[in-house]
């Protein structure tokens, strides 16, 4: 018994050690393989996963197949369901093209204003609605993410959005009459540029973000000159917090087969001899950015003159109380003109109980002069009658604000020379 159990023993011990071989022989390669699949597996390599709906495609299909509003209510129920899918937000543009080609046969579109992803599609008669996709109210747990549809007319293509944050100063007067001020962040607000398909007129609208809600509202545009927005041919955009429209020429006409004008359509950005009038955001609104440092009368007239000589009429019109006041500049040849010697700003005397805060006469040193009334429209001060008048000697030779003017030139003076 003793010489079984020894050799049991011994047998024992020799396959332990034959494992411990073969483990220890193994063992290197098995770290080999390993050494990748550690160096690859962290959370930032993992690529997105292409997103496809089948059921979007099919919805796609018969709306083509058949357009009419009924069809393409029960496509954008479905596309408001595939945005909503929190895999959207992890792809590109691209990437949700490749995967769902019936949102290109669809012509949709994407603008992206940081934080919150805009889907339309241009031209389509049928859809009425933005899709706002709103990256910003993503919930921490990767839930579903919220999408709002946002009402638009049809004839009009989005070309820029963004949102940006207001400002509320404060101005609190401390012990000694000391001056403290304080700027604190208000809402945030969604603005969106376009413009109508038909004549080119500028669009705008704008949504102040209240919690994961799209509130509709008119306060970043509601010191927007109307007549920037009614010129034609322009395009508003935004740089950083600025909005800047790009003012153009309308397109011209064209004549149809049966020989009728038409007017083109416009969809095709200004050229670029046209220039662009930049509108800053402050506080909660965007304002121009050239205005005068102050609204006093004589800044007012001064500004009005200085654009009116710089041939910018669309600014000038921001600063009269009617738009055809500038025709009356242009009858009297002084729209984009440079005068040979600065013109100079006169103040008159007002009659008592007139509807002007102050006048002005324009002289010119030439054969008519202009006379500018300024006074107040709508708690704003503003240009309200500009007429033209024969020339007065005895204005020329009173005190007055220059206006205007050729660039001055560097005078040269020669350096002596020794056979001088």
Known sequence: MITIKRSQLLAMSLLTLMSAKEAFALAPQANKAAKPITATATPTQVAAVPFAMPLLAEKGRAYKADPNEANWSSFSTVFKSFLSDARTLRLTAKQIYQSNPILTDL????????GVK???????????????????????????VAVDTLEYPVDI?????????????????????KKHTTVV?????LCI??????????????????????????EPFAHVPLSLLQGGSSRAFFSGNNLVIGMGQSEPASSSANGDTVKTPVTSIPSSSSYQVV????????????????????????????????GRADIAKTWVSDPALVNITKYAGLLGKTPAK???LVAMTVIPGASVMA????????????????????????????????????ARNLNGVPVGGPVPQLEITPTATPES
């Open 107 to 114: 012509r949709a579109s994407v603008l992206d204003a940081h």
């Open 118 to 144: 805009l889907w339309t599609f241009p031209g389509n008669k049928d859809n009425h609605f933005i899709f706002a996709q709103k990256a910003f109210a993503l919930s921490p747990a990767g839930g579903p």
């Open 157 to 177: 293509n989005i070309n820029d959005a963004r949102i940006v944050h207001s400002t509320t100063t404060t101005v609190v007067v401390g012990p000694r009459n």
């Open 185 to 189: 962040e208000g809402p945030k607000f």
């Open 193 to 218: 540029t376009g413009y109508k398909r038909t004549d080119g007129q500028i669009w705008l609208k704008a949504y102040k973000l209240a919690g994961s809600v799209l509130a509709q509202t008119t």
């Open 279 to 310: 509108l800053k955001f402050e506080g909660n609104a965007f304002s121009l950015a050239d205005k005068p440092q102050n609204d006093g009368p004589l800044s007012v007239a001064q500004f009005f003159v200085k654009t009116i000589l710089e």
């Open 342 to 344: 600065p013109y100079k």
């Open 359 to 394: 006048r002005y006469r324009l002289v010119t040193y030439e054969s008519q002069d202009l006379i500018i009334d300024i006074g107040r429209v709508k708690k704003e001060t503003k240009v309200k009658g500009v007429f033209v008048a024969p020339s007065d000697p005895v």
